[in-house]
């Protein structure tokens, strides 16, 4: 349960989603998050909310380099469809 004391790591992981989310999502001040979320103070949600703000950032950070290093191999290999040899379009 979300609003539960419990501190197992799945339980943990599954509020802090759940607080972040909320913070994201909706206009409600921290004091009322945190009553919400089985009676936690605004520091316990500022801590989780920033840890979660860390996490989004370094996901979108992978997706952003994903996507670069893969338009970067298209723009450098072309494949030669008469022979099906990779020829590389670029020069050094």
């Given at each position: 349960?979300?609003a539960s004391p419990?501190?197992?790591r799945?339980v943990?992981h599954?509020?802090g989603?759940a607080?972040?989310?909320?913070?994201?999502?909706?206009?409600?001040s921290?004091?009322?998050?945190?009553?919400?979320f089985g009676?936690r103070d605004?520091?316990?949600?500022i801590f989780?909310?920033?840890?979660?703000?860390?996490?989004a950032?370094?996901i979108?950070l992978?997706?952003i380099?994903s996507?670069?290093?893969?338009?970067l191999h298209?723009?450098?290999?072309?494949?030669d469809?008469p022979t099906g040899?990779?020829?590389?379009?670029?020069?050094?």
């Amino acid at each position: 349960d979300l609003a539960s004391p419990s501190r197992q790591r799945g339980v943990v992981h599954a509020r802090g989603v759940a607080m972040y989310l909320a913070r994201q999502l909706t206009g409600s001040s921290l004091q009322q998050l945190g009553r919400f979320f089985g009676g936690r103070d605004h520091m316990h949600h500022i801590f989780t909310v920033i840890r979660f703000q860390q996490i989004a950032i370094r996901i979108r950070l992978k997706l952003i380099a994903s996507d670069y290093i893969a338009h970067l191999h298209l723009l450098m290999i072309k494949k030669d469809a008469p022979t099906g040899q990779y020829k590389s379009e670029m020069t050094l």
